[in-house]
């Protein structure tokens, strides 16, 4: 089930889906460590009249996000339970609490007692053993901790605080998964809880609140959250949100209103591009920690087809964000990055691993060390570490931060390129293999050939400007070569379009790979062509040709016959599932060779098609399913919203300047 709210401050992410159940709090980390796991924390309903449902029942919902900004507007209907629940929702943007303000309306007439259960299923640090939950009366709190993890659920019912009314009216702390025990959320259902006040081990607590509902009447129901590294930390978040709930809740809406801000020309977008585009940037920066990590996806239901996730930086996918973020001026979390990426750059190779946890330990990978001729390497995806140095140059060219960029040569650009300029055939000049940006082949590729001709020549900028002239000699030559080996070994004539990959055997012959391949695009998207050159138009069109889906609404594939969770084996129909990325990558181009504000409408046409294949709530998938244009794989995908931003810009730039004319 894919993400459909996502709430997060930089160091708290809190991931709900469709019924409002919380599947997902990572904490201290975006990313790491995942204290639910996709598993449910949930909110149920007990009425007087001896009835129980939980919201992942038979509810009628309505869910999105108010305007421009990361707090939830949801509500819920029960027409059996005469019942309507109105949330707010919103991971404060200063503190580690996520809040939760509920109206609970009676629709029935004559006056009713009502109660909320708050179900938290916790495996802290992603594991359930040694866990504890408790009842901590001192703040009419639950907690449950381990270590130096504390999470403390609090909340009232009203407008003010009492110390005789309004406080958690029942609490239940019990075992789960051993002994039969399915866990305390259970005990929720006849309306009565144990008042069970700790348990240990593998466990989870539920908390109720009483609300006396007159006829046709409302109540309201503050909760919350805090996550801290001890019980004071805690305690003193949640003192202050007997006070300061509101006002909390008031500034964060306005703080990321004003955060999402950042193009004055959003009225010549259909609304609905608009509204994916600003949410697109809120979302995004829900994906990025604090210390520098932009996360790929945090939506851990991937697990359930491969005990593996997204929850990692991906040199590629952040360095692309980083390009689009620093094009609405976002330096606050692209200058961490790069400063990440410094960090955790190894001496020998000087190239990024296939990925990182945002602590900047090495992710887990399926690339081995050893080859399949027997010998042995380090793996990587050199368009990675290219793609960082890219990145680099652009936001060098945004700020003109000299300082920080002398720091970034010495302690990046400088030791990448070199590796770069060297992990190189010496007669053909490509570079050695590697693996692709699907992470599926070992070879040397277009999209990674293009993105290291673009690194060298972005480094030999860098050396020019900070007087090292052999290096930019050096850069500048071996960026030279690596274009002309494109044009040399790439393209083939009788296909008309460029080899996806080449293989350079043990003799010297090289072996071309000439399925079509979406990320082609490269060769224009990185500046080694021109847009409108005869090889990219005609490597542009083979991809409209042959990757376009024939089914549904369309889309993109990735490439001719892909299989990585493919819906049917109709593959002239539907080459490959629509991909929200490859289908923005068409629109680029037809951005790119327009020559006038009419020739803009190919590219808004897939803008609108990638609001359509959006949530409703504007979070965007890695894919779609062809026929239904639901998600598939995870969701939200930070490259996909990264991507929908950089595309928009660039739309909009267009059309500003052909509107000038």
């Not at 309201?220 to 978040?237: C, G, K, Q």
């Not at 991507?643 to 909009?652: A, C, D, R, S």
Request: aromatic share 12%; charged share 25%; glycine share 6%.
């Amino acid at each position: 089930m894919p993400r459909d709210i996502v709430l997060g401050n930089g160091e708290l992410l809190v991931n709900l889906d469709r019924h409002l159940s919380v599947r997902d709090i990572y904490y201290p980390y975006v990313g790491w460590a995942n204290h639910v796991g996709g598993y449910r924390c949930r909110i149920g309903v007990w009425t007087g009249e001896g009835r129980f449902s939980w919201l992942d029942d038979s509810w009628e919902w309505r869910i999105g996000y108010e305007d421009a900004t990361l707090i939830t507007q949801c509500t819920a209907r029960s027409r059996d339970l005469g019942l309507l629940l109105t949330f707010r929702q919103a991971v404060a943007h200063d503190r580690n609490l996520f809040l939760q303000h509920v109206i609970v309306e009676n629709l029935w007439d004559g006056d009713r007692d009502v109660r909320l259960f708050f179900a938290h299923d916790l495996r802290i640090d992603e594991s359930d053993i040694g866990d504890t939950a408790l009842y901590y009366p001192y703040e009419d709190a639950m907690v449950h901790y381990k270590r130096d993890r504390y999470f403390l659920f609090s909340g009232y019912v009203g407008e003010v605080v009492s110390e005789t009314s309004g406080r958690i009216f029942q609490y239940a702390c019990g075992e789960k998964g051993f002994r039969g025990a399915e866990g305390a959320w259970r005990d929720a259902e006849d309306g009565v809880l144990s008042m069970n006040a700790i348990a240990q081990g593998s466990v989870d607590s539920v908390a109720s609140y009483s609300l006396a509902l007159p006829a046709h009447g409302r109540e309201t129901l503050r909760v919350w959250m805090a996550a801290a590294a001890s019980l004071e930390a805690a305690v003193t978040l949640h003192a202050s949100m007997k006070t300061e709930f509101d006002e909390t809740m008031r500034r964060t809406g306005a703080y990321w209103k004003a955060y999402g801000h950042r193009r004055e020309d959003l009225d010549k977008l259909p609304p609905r591009v608009a509204e994916v585009f600003v949410r697109s940037i809120l979302i995004v920066r829900t994906q990025c920690d604090k210390r520098g990590a932009i996360l790929a996806s945090n939506d851990s239901d991937i697990m359930e087809t491969a005990r593996a996730h997204y929850s990692y930086m991906w040199p590629r996918d952040g360095a692309l964000a980083s390009a689009a973020l620093d094009k609405i001026g976002v330096e606050e979390i692209t200058k961490p990055f790069f400063e990440f990426c410094a960090r955790v750059l190894p001496k020998n190779p000087a190239a990024l691993l296939h990925k990182y946890g945002p602590d900047g330990t090495v992710g887990a990978s399926w690339h081995a060390y050893a080859t399949p001729d027997g010998g042995r390497e380090t793996p990587i995806q050199e368009d990675g570490t290219a793609l960082v140095v890219w990145s680099l140059w652009r936001h060098f060219e945004k700020y003109n931060d000299t300082e920080f960029a002398a720091r970034m040569y010495e302690a990046f650009v400088k030791p990448a390129s070199d590796f770069m300029a060297s992990y190189r055939y010496a007669d053909s000049k490509l570079p050695l293999p590697s693996w692709d940006l699907w992470e599926e082949r070992r070879g040397t590729h277009i999209y990674t050939t293009s993105t290291v001709c673009a690194a060298l020549f972005a480094a030999a900028q860098f050396a020019a400007i900070f007087g090292h002239d052999a290096d930019r000699l050096k850069y500048q030559i071996a960026g030279e070569e690596v274009r002309q080996s494109i044009l040399t070994h790439f393209w083939d004539n009788d296909a008309r379009h460029f080899a996806r990959m080449v293989m350079v055997h043990a003799d010297g012959a090289i072996e071309r790979d000439l399925t079509v391949d979406s990320s082609s695009y490269a060769v224009f998207a990185f500046g080694v062509l021109l847009a409108d050159d005869p090889h990219v138009t005609a490597m542009m069109e083979a991809i409209g040709r042959k990757l376009w889906v024939h089914a549904g609404a369309g889309g993109v594939a990735r490439y001719e016959r892909d299989y990585y969770f493919h819906v049917t084996d109709d593959f002239a129909k539907v080459p490959g599932n629509p991909w929200i990325i490859c289908t923005l990558w068409l629109a680029e181009w037809y951005i790119a060779t327009a020559k006038s504000s009419h020739d803009l409408a190919r590219s808004l046409d897939l803008l609108e098609w990638v609001g359509v294949c959006a949530r409703h709530t504007g979070i965007l998938s890695e894919q779609v399913n062809p026929f239904t244009l639901e998600p598939l794989s995870v969701a939200p995908l930070t490259w996909s919203h990264a991507q929908f931003v950089n595309t928009t810009i660039e739309y909009l730039d267009a059309l500003a300047k052909f509107d000038g004319v």
